[in-house]
């Protein structure tokens, strides 16, 4: 099973568009050939709701704001399962609310997109201010053992492409893709050259290639995820939030053996495909001495940081998840091997440094940094927390 | 009531309410031809058996092509309705059906989408997705099992328990009024209120039939028989007792006194409240339609 990656370098020769990072998840879905959203006012993810609400009737698709954000993930379920590519859009509170259904979609394998616009909490918090407190809340939100695949977009542009990219991954793996956006990137408007929609690698939704009366005797395997077919098809499927019989499709809640079937696909089906999901950037890793583990807005300070001390001299790199889950373990592992301090700047405190630690094993110090409130980390920060680990550097004649 | 009902197939309606389809009875291997399973996890003596019946024959009276039947379900013993019939079906989670049902009706309005959902599940936990799905006037078919009580979890007392109703998390009798889950239709705006029982198998039939067949929100509050819990705590444990019960509980629409609240032992069945307002799903359309000129206003 090939995964569909498109290359975020855009095609040359079009003219840049001034776009805000909400407006580009928008504008990314309907490219990604979304025509459902549902979704529930909430700062700062609400541009979305307001861009989709004129966008989505004019190509032919559906806008509802419903009731509240748990009714908005479900009403995608539904639509997913009818047929369309859905999504809605939230922040932390709602994302708290959509967890029950996202446990839902990840159970009854419906492909969907959910952006959390992240902002400062926990609660109503900050709720203008970006943050990035809510990367374990994506990982392990709903209860049960499960997988997720969750973007962290840094730019306007990623917004756009990371849109495509998590639909894209959400039809392969029939699984929810959390984009996991914040209130910086959310409302920053920066100048963007969209890549040609012609140009575009879209995974579009398949019919299985059997007779419906077979359907219930041909099973999913890690390499060939089969597609579901639509509701109100000759299959008559039925999906269920039970423990099932992965063949059948019918529920079975008193054989252990088809529940342990059953929760170890529902994991290995991201975690056998890893290597083709996650995607890492490296900047200036070519002969780091320190690396930074920055990921979305933060990274952004941090790509600074890793520009002004390649200017003076000074070996740092960066290591940009754009897949934070599955945990990009494998870059993690090779950064640890080279560098002898891994800075981890971060919204939050700690969430995803103890990941990195794991994952460094000891082999490379670990320097957490962490701000809760709702300011960004500047390169300054950064910057204060890279000189420590050069102490050999006469940072003063510069 | 609709192009859909095919008068000339239909038989008189023992209801004698002319604005219902009158649905003809099917045999059992016809219904059976509609299960995927006959075989249920219900108790012994549970009416949710009879009232899924009836959903089939209202669907074969209708002569619904079963391929573009789907069936939304919550979670509680009604939500495994999903489970046993041959259509397209969506066992939800606790409380969502309506809004899952929602997303697939927008999804795909050619789509006859019915709603199963108990009690609890459609006005406790789900009581937010039941006004607004109401208001919108969203053409679904929601189909209540209203057994008074949470049965999958053991006899806990829900929001159609009655003032004094014993339950097992309401031992000394309940001190909080029911709702009347059709009043509470009606008032949030549904466009087609029904109440059928399990005692008066053809009236559920026909009230469900013209809830499918009707372009609205249309809410069937089926009224069950649960001998097993709401009937030992309550009434009695002896299922045909408490069917007889139902028929001197069931009062008929035409006899019930305008503005006359509704009791335990005392409740209007047949069709309640019938009117026309727009539909969410063609408001949708037309919308797309504006908007697709550039049109914005």
């Not at chain 2, 099917?26 to 009232?51: D, E, F, V, Y």
């Amino acid at each position: 099973m090939a995964t569909v990656v498109n290359e975020t370098t855009p095609a040359a020769g079009r003219k840049p568009v001034l776009l805000q990072g909400n407006e580009a998840v928008a504008e990314g879905a309907i490219a990604a050939g979304a025509r459902f959203f549902a979704g529930y006012p909430i700062t700062p993810s609400t541009e979305i709701a307001e861009v989709l609400s004129r966008r989505l009737p004019e190509v032919g698709g559906t806008f509802i704001q419903m009731e509240d954000e748990i009714a908005s993930i479900a009403a995608v379920c539904g639509a997913s399962l009818a047929g369309q590519k859905a999504f809605t859009a939230t922040s932390g509170p709602g994302f708290s609310l959509m967890q029950e259904m996202i446990g839902f979609a990840t159970m009854a394998q419906i492909p969907c997109v959910v952006v959390d616009v992240m902002r400062g909490g926990p609660s109503t918090g900050l709720p203008t201010e970006p943050a990035q407190g809510d990367v374990m809340q994506a990982r392990w939100g709903t209860h049960g053992e499960h997988s997720v695949i969750a973007l962290v977009p840094s730019s306007v542009e990623e917004c756009y492409t990371l849109t495509i990219e998590a639909f894209n991954l959400s039809e392969q793996y029939r699984t929810p893709v959390i984009l996991l956006s914040d209130a910086l990137i959310g409302h920053m408007r920066e100048a963007v050259v969209l890549p040609d929609p012609a140009a575009l690698r879209i995974a579009e939704r398949g019919m299985p290639d059997c007779d419906p009366a077979e359907y219930d005797t041909v099973t999913s395997t890690l390499d060939n995820i089969l597609p579901r077919p639509p509701l109100g098809s000759p299959f008559r499927v039925h999906v269920t939030g039970l423990v099932y019989n992965r063949r059948s499709g019918t529920p079975d809640t008193s054989d252990p053996a088809a529940a342990a079937d059953l929760g170890r696909y529902l994991r290995e089906k991201i975690y056998h495909h890893r290597d083709a999901i996650v995607r890492v950037e490296e900047v200036e890793m070519d002969g780091a001495e320190v690396a930074i583990f920055a990921y979305g807005s933060v990274a952004r300070s941090a790509m600074a940081v890793v520009r002004e001390a390649r200017a003076q001299g000074v070996r740092v790199g960066l290591v940009r998840p754009i897949t934070l889950w599955p945990f990009p373990t494998a870059a993690v592992e090779r950064m640890a091997e080279q560098v002898r301090t891994v800075i981890v700047p971060e919204m939050n405190i700690k969430q995803m440094s103890w990941e990195v630690q794991a994952a460094v094993k000891g082999k490379a110090k670990v320097v957490d940094y962490g701000r809760v409130d709702g300011k960004l980390i500047t390169p300054d920060e950064i910057f204060e927390l890279v000189k420590p680990e050069f102490y050999y550097h006469k940072w003063e004649e510069r | 009531m609709s192009a859909l009902v095919d008068e000339q197939r239909l038989e008189a309606s023992p209801t004698g309410d002319d604005r219902l389809p009158r649905i003809k009875p099917h045999t059992t291997s016809q219904i059976r031809a509609h299960l995927r399973s006959a075989k249920t996890l219900w108790c012994p003596g549970c009416s949710n058996g009879t009232i899924t019946r009836a959903l089939v024959d209202a669907i074969l009276g209708l002569d619904l092509d079963p391929e573009r039947v789907v069936v939304v379900a919550g979670i509680g013993c009604s939500g495994r309705i999903s489970a046993y019939l041959d259509y397209s079906t969506v066992h939800t989670a606790h409380g969502r059906a309506l809004a899952v049902a929602t997303g697939v009706k927008a999804a795909d309005p050619s789509l006859h989408v019915i709603v199963a959902m108990g009690d609890g599940d459609s006005s406790a936990i789900g009581g937010n997705h039941f006004i607004h799905a109401a208001r919108r006037n969203i053409d679904l078919t929601a189909l209540v099992f209203n057994n008074s009580i949470y049965g999958m979890t053991g006899g806990q007392m829900s929001p159609t328990t009655h003032l004094g109703d014993k339950s097992t998390t309401s031992v000394h009798g309940s001190v909080e009024p029911a709702f009347d889950l059709c009043e509470l239709a009606h008032a949030a705006g549904a466009t087609y209120v029904a109440r059928g029982t399990a005692w008066g198998y053809q009236q559920l039939v026909n009230v469900i039939a013209g809830g499918i067949a009707h372009a609205g929100f249309a809410m069937v509050e089926a009224m069950a028989v649960c001998p097993v819990y709401y009937g030992r705590f309550n009434l009695t444990a002896d299922p045909a007792a408490f069917l007889r019960a139902q028929k001197e509980h069931a009062v008929p629409a035409s006899q019930f006194d305008e503005g006359e609240t509704r009791v335990r032992d005392r409740y209007p069945v047949g069709l309640l409240h019938h009117r026309e307002r727009d539909e969410f799903v063609a408001a949708l359309g037309q919308v797309r339609e504006k908007a697709s000129e550039g049109r914005h206003g």
